[in-house]
C-alpha cells in the first residue's frame, strides 16, 4: 500500500477530498540530484493534489489524515495509461508498414495510436466506478500545533 500524508478540505457522502502536497520521486540516490526526475521535480515544484478518497475512518473537514493507494492497482493503471498508446502506435505501425509501406506505417500507426487512446478513455471510466479502484483514508493522524524552528543565537 502506498501511502501519503494529507488534509480534509471537503466531504461528500462516504468519500472525502483530501488536498496532498506532490512529492518528489527521489529519495536521495547516489546521483544526488542530478538525474532528469530530480530535475522535473525542482522545474515543477511541489504542487497540492486534490484526492478523492474512501472515507471509513470518519475523518472530518480539518483534519490531517493518511491516504492509501494499492501498489497492485497503482501499476495497472500506470500500464494501461503508458503501454497501450505506445502499443496501438508500434502495432499500428508494424501493421501498415507489412501492407503498403511508409505512408501506410504512418497512417496506420496514428489510427492504432488513437484507438488505443479511445480504449483507454473507455478503460479509465468503467474503473472509475469500480468499488475498491479509489484511495481510501487509512486513518486519522494526530493535528498537532506545527512545530517552529528552534533558533540557536549563541545567547
Same mark, same amino acid.
Given at each position: 500500500?502506498? +501511502? +501519503?500524508?494529507?488534509?480534509?478540505?471537503?466531504?461528500?457522502?462516504? %468519500?472525502?477530498?483530501?488536498?496532498? +502536497?506532490?512529492?518528489?520521486?527521489?529519495?536521495?540516490?547516489?546521483?544526488?540530484?542530478?538525474?532528469?526526475?530530480?530535475?522535473?521535480?525542482?522545474?515543477?515544484?511541489?504542487?497540492?493534489?486534490?484526492?478523492?478518497?474512501?472515507?471509513?475512518?470518519?475523518?472530518?473537514?480539518? +483534519?490531517?489524515?493518511?491516504?492509501?493507494?494499492?501498489?497492485?492497482?497503482?501499476?495497472?493503471? $500506470?500500464? $494501461?495509461?503508458?503501454?497501450? #498508446?505506445?502499443?496501438?502506435?508500434?502495432?499500428?505501425?508494424?501493421?501498415?508498414?507489412?501492407?503498403?509501406?511508409?505512408?501506410?506505417?504512418?497512417?496506420?500507426?496514428?489510427?492504432?495510436?488513437?484507438?488505443?487512446?479511445?480504449?483507454?478513455?473507455? %478503460?479509465?471510466?468503467?474503473? $472509475?466506478?469500480?468499488?475498491?479502484?479509489?484511495?481510501?483514508?487509512?486513518?486519522?493522524? #494526530?493535528?498537532? #500545533?506545527? #512545530?517552529?524552528?528552534?533558533?540557536?543565537?549563541?545567547?
Amino acid at each position: 500500500m502506498i +501511502e +501519503e500524508q494529507g488534509v480534509v478540505v471537503a466531504l461528500d457522502g462516504d %468519500y472525502a477530498e483530501v488536498r496532498t +502536497e506532490r512529492r518528489g520521486g527521489c529519495g536521495g540516490c547516489a546521483a544526488d540530484g542530478a538525474c532528469g526526475t530530480s530535475l522535473l521535480d525542482r522545474f515543477l515544484g511541489r504542487r497540492a493534489v486534490l484526492v478523492r478518497a474512501r472515507n471509513p475512518a470518519g475523518a472530518a473537514v480539518g +483534519e490531517r489524515v493518511l491516504v492509501g493507494v494499492s501498489e497492485a492497482r497503482l501499476v495497472k493503471a $500506470a500500464l $494501461a495509461a503508458y503501454l497501450m #498508446p505506445v502499443l496501438g502506435l508500434v502495432v499500428g505501425a508494424v501493421v501498415g508498414q507489412w501492407t503498403g509501406g511508409d505512408p501506410w506505417s504512418i497512417l496506420v500507426g496514428l489510427l492504432g495510436f488513437l484507438l488505443a487512446l479511445f480504449w483507454l478513455r473507455r %478503460y479509465s471510466a468503467a474503473v $472509475a466506478g469500480a468499488a475498491g479502484r479509489h484511495p481510501v483514508v487509512l486513518r486519522r493522524l #494526530p493535528s498537532g #500545533p506545527t #512545530p517552529l524552528p528552534i533558533s540557536f543565537s549563541g545567547h
